[in-house]
């Protein structure tokens, strides 16, 4: 008579095993595994790339049923991954050393950003372009975000007094407010946080990168749980496949990336064109510190290992970060090289995005 | 019309002298009415300097509200009430008042507590340490002049209340109830010791009471208060010699007094 | 003329036959009793932390154990001390001027009717407002610096103590004030010498609750933003991922808000010495 419901089942299986229904077939039908991800902040431009992988079911194909979280500075990702809170974690590779000089066991399995953004940032009205300028400052920070943490290295790769430069602690949340309100005149961050906002309201930033005076150092990176990526690697590779295939995406198609993100982020649905801006804004910069060659070379995602050596130098010399493990056992590139782009495709990523880089003022 | 202040000031300041012959304290139809609730009618009597005098009836009757009137608490609705030939339009430094409840401030030693009175009237202490440590010599407690009241019992407290009613010298005393919280035996004992007192310190006394035997055996005469709205309805000469011991509550005259007032009362209030 | 006590003027509060009263405690084991136990529970606490964290190899960015916090705090007390005294010399700022401004708007509402329907409703109001949701906006209104802070912590701590000295100034048997007027008490003297005292138990309830919240406004503000203070110590090595010394600012704080309110326990042993066990006792036989 009637099929029974057990057959049926059967039958899907089968199919799905098959591979047939690879692309079409509904989530229900495969054993999709939670997984969960922290960004090191809020879903700004610059982290577009996640919500494009899911909207476009990059992860889901893989089976994974990915949730996005918002982080509250690089700092704040490093405990939650290490205690399993979240599977994988982006925040900046030389916070993720010094909590491994701590004891943390986090492995970086891919690179976003080999360029590093993080610096000093001022309104350009205040000429102040050098590190010194800043002595007689008062400077602002979110001691959870990577400035603040690398704060220590700066200082003494630059060698400014650090005891004439008034310090104030204050809620990440406040800190772009604060610069717009001129109620600081100069504060830590990241590039791609507060350029893309700056420029949507039509101000000019002037930027004091660290890596330009010699903290040099990767940046933002993916990272897990040694434990996870011993015990799970499948999972780790088809996580790290599902992002990079959205990295991919956003380079080249940045304007449909923007809106995919809109939609997926609920606080930005039904936002002010100015939101927009910022969005685009902030992506075009992530896209901007991720082109250098070794990534044309190796694939998206690829971390540089004399790179990742002089990160680690810095972490342990300027932070006095004792006990950080050696350079080859805090990354991996085992789950890079799947994703590439075209020589063309690269060429014309790279004209787009140059005018979102970084300037000196 | 004086103000509030204005009367205290001239209170403070009035010498005690009355003018001769005249009554100490005397009401002259006075009336409480509250809103068109009358508790007290015509009430009319007249006491004597250093005269005992009880006010006599049952709980509820308005005895109470009468003496708060005459100590200048309460306003008269009518009438006038006078004393030292002044009429009484507030609290004054001519009378002191005795209440049901010792009403001892808690954070004063006794003899800060007798001498609260002084304190009001801005006098000097000094001046009257001495005379607090005579009364509290007197009413048997100047062992206690530095404890604080959580460590009298309430016999000893409402003594303490006694002296400070006394401390500035009142020509008048106003007592409301002041046993009644009491058990029998001690308020028997207390009613010795007023008498004692008062033999020394010569005062005229108003004493409220719901205890016909009380009235009897302290008082020189006992007015009784009938039924709302009150008025006096019967008045007893109690011409029983002083001064009077526990003994004198077996006799045949006193009990003569005491049936007369008991039916007095029976009579008026039902 | 001896004083002869009658056998029921004893000297204990009437109505406690002799034979009833518990027996004396000698005031070296009271002593004993209040610190002993406390300190047993506390030391036991201590320590089974100390063996569970090292026993279990908990990473001390996680959670220290208490030789680590302490070490932590001998090695840093400099640098403890002096975000500790900003912090301290606000909250007791804060406090006194949310004393002064408690007292003085409880006479305020207790003597004025007007005032009191006029405000009433306001302090109400007040309370349920979670004021620490208010420190971002001080901080746009005011700066990062001292002024925020001072101004959180008064408002916090403000309306309790209003409460509190409102209810102490008004909570008086009319008897007493009764008393008072009988006696030719003006409306000043029976304000000063009746009903402030009466109100101390309530002020120092009050004092209590406010200078708890009075460190807890500073602090607040100073997580918000700050440039000083324990509370920007606390973020700074939170940011660091400095955990020993993050609780070694917690426990500082700590130790030194117990302070504050161990001194104004012990002046209110020292005020109101006049309370026996049934303390609204106010000389009733």
């Excluded at chain 1, 490093?78 to 701590?102: I, T």
């Excluded at chain 3, 138990?201 to 209590?208: A, D, N, Q, V």
């Amino acid at each position: 008579m009637a099929l029974h419901r057990r057959s049926i089942l059967k039958a899907a299986g089968a199919l799905a095993a098959s591979g047939v229904l690879e692309v079409t077939a509904p989530a229900i039908l495969r054993a999709s595994t939670p997984v969960k991800l922290t960004l090191p902040w809020l879903p700004l431009g610059t982290y577009s790339f996640p919500f494009v992988a899911k909207k476009l079911g990059f992860w889901q194909k893989r089976g994974l049923d990915v949730t996005i979280d918002r982080g509250f500075g690089s700092g704040k990702v490093c405990v939650p991954v290490d205690q399993g809170q979240y599977d994988f974690g982006l925040l900046d590779l030389a916070v993720m050393m010094n909590c491994a000089s701590k004891g943390l066991d986090l492995v970086a399995i891919a690179g976003q950003w080999p360029r590093s953004p993080i610096g000093i940032f001022s309104l350009k009205e205040y000429n102040i372009t050098k590190p010194k300028d800043l002595e007689g400052q008062t400077v602002a920070f979110d001691v959870g975000s990577g400035d603040f943490q690398l704060w220590p290295a700066f200082v003494k790769a630059t060698g400014i007094d650090d005891a004439k430069i008034s310090k104030v602690t204050m809620d990440a949340a406040a800190l772009i407010k604060a610069l717009v309100d001129k109620q600081v005149k100069a504060e830590g961050n990241f590039f791609g946080s507060i350029a893309p906002s700056l420029w949507a309201q039509g101000m000019q930033v002037n930027s004091i990168l660290y890596e330009d005076y010699g903290v040099k150092m990767f940046s933002v990176v993916l990272a897990a749980k040694r434990s996870t990526i011993e015990k799970k690697p499948q999972l780790c590779q088809a996580f790290v496949d599902g992002m990079l295939e959205g990295m991919k995406y956003v380079y080249l198609n940045p304007e449909k990336s923007v809106e995919l993100h809109l939609d997926s982020v609920k606080e930005f649905k039904g936002g002010s064109p100015a939101n927009k801006k910022v969005i685009e804004y902030g992506q075009e910069v992530g896209t901007a510190l991720g082109l250098v060659a070794s990534v044309k070379q190796h694939g998206l995602g690829y971390m540089d290992p004399d790179l990742v050596a002089t990160t680690r130098r810095t972490v342990e010399t300027y932070m006095g970060a004792k006990g950080t493990p050696p350079a080859d056992k805090l990354f991996t590139n085992q789950f890079i090289g799947a994703v590439k782009l075209t020589d063309a495709e690269w060429a014309a990523v790279v004209k787009r995005s140059q005018q979102y880089l970084p300037t000196k003022g | 019309m004086l103000t509030r202040s204005e009367r205290r000031a001239t209170e403070r300041q009035s010498s005690e002298s009355r003018p001769a012959g005249s009554a100490h304290l005397s009401l002259r139809s006075v009336r409480k009415a509250y809103r068109e609730l009358e508790v007290i009618r015509d009430v009319c009597f007249e006491v004597r300097e250093g005269e005992f005098l009880s006010l006599l009836g049952p709980s509820g009757c308005g005895k109470s509200t009468l003496l708060m009137m005459i100590a200048g608490l309460l306003e008269v609705s009518g009438g006038e009430i006078r004393v030292g030939g002044r009429s009484v339009a507030g609290p004054r430094r001519d009378i002191g008042v005795v209440f049901q409840s010792p009403v001892l401030l808690p954070w004063r030693t006794v003899l800060d507590n007798v001498l609260f009175p002084i304190e009001m009237l801005n006098l000097p202490r000094r001046q009257f340490a001495a005379r607090a440590t005579e009364l509290l010599v007197m009413a048997k407690i100047a062992d206690f002049a530095e404890k604080l009241p959580r460590e009298l019992s309430g016999g000893m407290r409402q003594r303490a209340a006694i002296c400070r009613a006394l401390i500035h010298d009142p020509a008048i005393l106003l007592m409301d109830e002041p046993y009644s919280a009491l058990d029998a035996i001690t308020r028997d004992e207390m009613g010795l010791e007023l008498l004692r007192i008062w033999q020394i310190h010569r005062k005229t006394v108003i004493f409220v009471t719901h205890s016909i035997r009380e009235a009897a055996f302290l008082s020189d005469r006992v007015l009784v208060m009938g039924r709302r709205p009150a008025t006096i309805v019967d008045e007893i000469i109690v011409d029983l010699p002083r001064p009077r011991q526990i003994d004198v509550m077996e006799g045949e005259a006193f009990n003569r007094h005491v049936r007369r007032l008991r039916k007095s009362i029976e009579a008026s209030h039902g | 003329m001896a004083s002869t006590a009658s056998p029921h003027e004893t000297r204990e509060p009437a109505g406690t036959p002799t034979a009833l009263r518990p027996p004396a405690v000698s005031p070296l084991i009271q002593r004993a009793n209040a610190i002993g136990w406390p300190g047993l529970a506390g030391s036991s606490v201590l320590v089974a932390w100390e063996l569970l964290v090292r026993g279990f190899g908990v990473k001390e960015i996680l959670l220290p154990p208490p030789s680590v916090i302490l070490r932590t705090m001998v090695e840093r007390y400099d640098l403890l001390l002096q975000h500790l005294w900003p912090s301290l010399y606000l909250t007791i700022l804060g406090f006194v001027l949310s004393v002064a401004g408690g007292v003085l708007f409880a006479v305020l509402i207790t003597y004025s009717a007007v005032a009191r329907r006029g405000f009433y409703p306001i302090i109400v109001v007040s309370q349920v407002v979670p004021k620490i949701s208010i420190a971002p906006l001080f901080i746009v209104w005011f700066g990062t610096g001292a002024v925020s802070s001072l101004l959180l912590a008064f408002l916090i701590a403000f309306f309790p103590m209003t409460i509190n000295a409102a209810v102490g100034l008004q909570t008086i048997d009319e008897d007493v004030l009764k008393m008072a007027r009988a006696f030719m008490g003006s409306r000043w003297q029976i304000f000063l010498k009746v009903r402030l005292p009466n109100a101390m138990p309530y002020l120092f309830g009050g004092m209590k609750i406010s200078i708890t919240l009075a460190i807890i406004g500073v602090v607040v503000s100073e997580f918000v933003a700050s440039q000083e203070g324990i509370g920007y110590l606390i973020k700074l090595a939170g940011g660091l991922l400095d955990t020993p010394l993050m609780m070694a600012a917690i426990t500082a704080l700590s130790l030194a808000g117990l302070l504050l309110y161990g001194i104004i326990a012990w002046a209110e042993r020292r005020v109101i010495y006049w309370q026996s066990p049934n303390y609204l006792d106010i000389g009733t036989g």
